[in-house]
């Protein structure tokens, strides 16, 4: 294999498949983080929802649906995060933890009552992949940006949407208000509670919409954590790329081509756990290069009390 | 002249405490109106529930004659009613426009448009006369200017009434000036001023009408012209005050503290002292003056040991200390009152016994062979409080538990009890009452009358003026000028802390 395989048009197309995922949760993470709460649960909505959209899409025989019961599940255990963070000021933190643990045994248990031992049915219909009439064909740009999983194309356009809605709204102007200093944001009239919901329940979303990718986008099936820490990677890829969408989508792509060349590295004969570290390792030097020089939300993390201003 | 806003029998209970006792006040139209008090009097709250943050338990607000309830701050912007609070409601990071309109933003649909939020903030900072660039970040301006956009944030939503809540605490006499300039051109325009203050000679200056505050009651209402800063104070305070601290001449001794080439850098490296040289003497008060950040709170920290000179010496009774650490620059006779007494000068959740003993609690009589004599701790705990006049004086109290001025006498009490040489004091009165101020400002001339020499660093530039034998002005890092007490006034000082280094000389070379 030369260098070249390995810049070859596979890599690239690992690349969006591997980051696509990250890519998603992040882009909700910084809603989260925007509005002034970490959100570590990203982890355990994403394996949440990757589950769900199984049981959903084999339940109701549609990958769609599928995606749909995934998706809202993921929202609503985004919901029971956010009543803890927000309406009972816990530690975010601590409370992220609670959840990833939470999804973990609730995920496990249930795939082995409803599917036994034998795991999620191999019918399970799956997200189509679709190729754009013409653009498909481009050479190289064709197989990498335009025959891809539904999912992806929600990615870009997403990606888009969520720059505007955070740099060139009213609601993205009063979300970084209410990350930055809570206590001016509700001085001016903004209810700082609603817009932290907002925050993290769009999170759950994204978390949602990246699980589902997972299981029913790039497979039609669920394994035991099946994340495997993506949802942490993903809150990497968005501190790298300083809490806006369109650093925390390069960021994540960032690391989807590290995973992709270790993908491709595995069949070289090097120690196929050394390899996969490398993506982890990627992660370390790009955050340990990178922290202290962008800039956190100044109420990323700290629970608004009103009682606590001045 | 109409009344626009007029409280009646307005009454506040918290637990414990009656904060506001059937007060009474009226504001006109086009009126300037000080309420002055001590720390505790009663006027927070009382602006607290004209701006709708609380809902008094008895009496009733009328506006324009009418009675209105405000449930929340927003009823109260809605009526016309807007507050600048003391720490700023800005977003740093945003700019002045996004700021001034968060809330209540032009655009269409979903869209922010800040085109048209920078327009209207020009438009509105041009009536008012309070020029200011609206597409600047908050960031990076003065604290004057930050002042401007928070009062430009209460016009953005219509107010005609404007609470300003201690204004001028952070700012320089020249910003003072300006902010008071301001005030008068909005009360020219009809607006309404409600100006919170315990500072006697800027309420002198600038209000129509002074109503002063003491324990939740209006205990009076004066004109300027019919009052004095003593008349004021003594009401604030309800006895003769002592206003102005007499210095009697004391000899000068031998140089305690030398400072020579002094630099400090601050956490990323860059410098925050630079190459600052001063000397202070037996029985000499050294103060400096100057705008927060201006290297004052690196070069405090160097002199008591809690950060290191990059550059420099530092020498006591002498002695050269500049490699020394704290705990032996503090026992060889160095006492510190630092700025922050919640966070650096005492541990909240210790006893006041503990607090006392943190410098010594190894050093017999408080410890023997490396056990803390609890007794020895609790007895000599209970003298030091007594003898400051600490209220309670319970060994066993928890720090938090005291007001912040019986706080500051428990610090005075630790680092002035072991009879030291130098007291380092960086603003050793922020925050503070009147009565708890001259109890300060008496220790620090009893210590200058015993022939110790005090270094004091205060934000508060009067406060320096009026005790210091020696004036320095610090600006960037720098002394940027020194002067005898006789030539320090606060013009010139005034002039220094801003800079003004070459503009304060031309206007002293014109002058003459």
């Keep these: 294999m030369s260098l070249g395989d390995f810049l070859g048009v596979q890599t690239w197309v690992g690349t969006i498949s591997w980051g696509a995922p990250i890519a998603l949760a992040a882009l909700g993470g910084t809603f989260s983080e925007r509005t002034g709460v970490v959100n570590i649960a990203m982890e355990g909505l994403m394996l949440i929802s990757a589950f769900f959209s199984v049981l959903g899409a084999w339940a109701l025989h549609n990958a769609w649906l599928g995606l749909g019961v995934g998706v809202v599940s993921a929202m609503l255990f985004a919901l029971l995060f956010a009543w803890g963070a927000i309406r009972f000021k816990a530690d975010q933190i601590i409370l992220g933890m609670a959840i990833n643990t939470l999804a973990m045994g609730l995920t496990g248990y249930l795939l082995n009552t409803i599917f036994g031992y034998g795991g999620t049915p191999v019918n399970t219909p799956q997200l189509p992949t679709v190729s754009i009439p013409l653009l498909a064909s481009i050479p190289w740009l064709g197989p990498v940006l335009f025959r891809q999983n539904v999912l992806i194309y929600a990615l870009f356009i997403l990606l888009v949407l969520s720059h505007f809605l955070l740099f060139h709204t009213r609601l993205g102007l009063r979300m970084r208000a209410v990350g930055e200093h809570p206590q001016a944001a509700d001085a001016a009239g903004i209810n700082v509670y609603r817009i932290r919901y907002l925050g993290v329940l769009l999170s759950g979303f994204f978390s949602g919409l990246a699980g589902a990718y997972l299981s029913i986008g790039a497979l039609n099936s669920f394994n035991v954590n099946m994340s495997n820490g993506r949802g942490y990677i993903a809150l990497a890829a968005m501190i790298f790329g300083g809490w806006t969408p369109l650093g925390a989508f390069g960021a994540s792509m960032l690391f989807g081509f590290a995973s992709s060349i270790a993908f491709n590295l595995q069949g070289l004969g090097i120690p196929k756990d050394l390899v996969l570290m490398l993506p982890y390792v990627a992660t370390i030097v790009a955050l340990a290069g990178v922290v202290g020089r962008t800039t956190a939300p100044a109420a990323d993390g700290v629970p608004y009390d009103p009682s606590e201003s001045s | ?512």
């Design chain 2, 1 to 512: 002249m109409d009344e626009v806003l007029r409280l009646r029998g307005i009454t506040k209970r918290f637990p414990g405490v009656l904060a506001n006792d059937r007060v009474d006040l009226g504001l006109l139209r086009g009126e300037i109106h000080a309420v002055l008090g001590e720390n505790g009097a009663g006027k927070s709250t009382l602006m607290k529930i004209v701006a709708g943050m609380l809902e008094p338990d008895e009496g009733r607000i009328e506006l324009d004659g009418r009675p209105v309830r405000f449930s929340s701050p927003r009823d109260a912007i809605a009526a016309g009613i807007g507050m600048v609070y003391q720490h700023f409601m800005l977003i740093p990071v945003f700019t002045v426009a996004e700021n001034v309109v968060l809330g209540a933003e032009p655009g269409r649909g979903l869209r922010f448009d800040r085109r048209e939020a920078e327009r209207e903030v020009r438009e509105l900072a041009e009536r008012y006369h309070m020029e200011v660039d609206p597409a600047a970040r908050v960031a990076d301006l003065s604290v004057g200017l930050q002042q401007r956009v928070e009062i430009l944030k209460t016009f953005y939503r219509k107010a005609r009434i404007l609470i300003l809540d201690e204004p001028t605490a952070a700012l320089t006499p020249q910003e003072a000036r300006e902010l008071f300039q301001v005030m008068r051109n909005l009360a020219g325009q009809g607006i309404s001023i409600l100006f919170i203050s315990h500072k006697l000679d800027e309420v002198l200056e600038v209000a129509d009408r002074i109503t002063v505050m003491r324990h939740g009651r209006t205990v009076a209402t004066l004109r300027p012209a019919e009052t004095s800063e003593q008349e004021l104070a003594n009401l604030m305070v309800g006895r003769a005050v002592q206003l102005t601290s007499v210095r009697p001449p004391v000899e000068r001794g031998p140089a305690v503290l030398e400072v020579a080439d002094l630099t400090v850098q601050r956490e990323d490296g860059r410098p925050a002292v630079q190459g600052v040289g001063f000397a202070i003497h037996a029985g000499e008060v050294f103060g400096i003056a100057g705008v927060e950040g201006n290297g004052q709170a690196e070069l405090v920290e160097a002199i008591a040991g809690l950060r290191p000179a990059a550059a420099g010496r530092i020498r006591f009774l002498g002695r050269d200390v500049t490699a020394w650490d704290a705990r032996r620059r503090a026992l060889a006779g160095i006492a510190y009152v630092p700025e922050d007494r919640v966070g650096t000068g005492l541990v909240m959740g210790f006893t006041l016994a503990e607090n006392l003993a943190l410098k010594r609690y190894f050093l017999p009589p408080l410890a023997r062979r490396g056990w803390i004599d609890r007794r020895a701790l609790w007895s000599e705990a209970k003298g030091r409080l007594e003898a400051y006049d600490v209220r309670p004086p319970e060994p066993g109290l928890a720090a938090r538990a005291l007001s912040g001025g019986n706080q500051q006498k428990v610090i005075l009490a630790r680092e002035l009890g072991s009879d030291p040489e130098l007291l380092v004091a960086y603003q050793p009165t922020r925050g503070l009452d009147v009565g708890a101020i001259e109890f300060v400002h008496g220790q620090i001339l009893r210590l200058r009358g015993e022939g110790k020499a005090i270094l004091l660093v205060s934000l508060e530039l009067d406060e320096v003026l009026e005790l210091s034998d020696t004036v320095a002005v610090m600006h960037r890092g720098r002394l940027a000028a020194v002067f005898p007490a006789g030539e320090a006034d606060r013009e010139r000082v005034g002039l220094y802390m801003t800079g003004g280094r070459e503009r304060a000389q031309e206007e002293e070379g014109a002058g003459r």
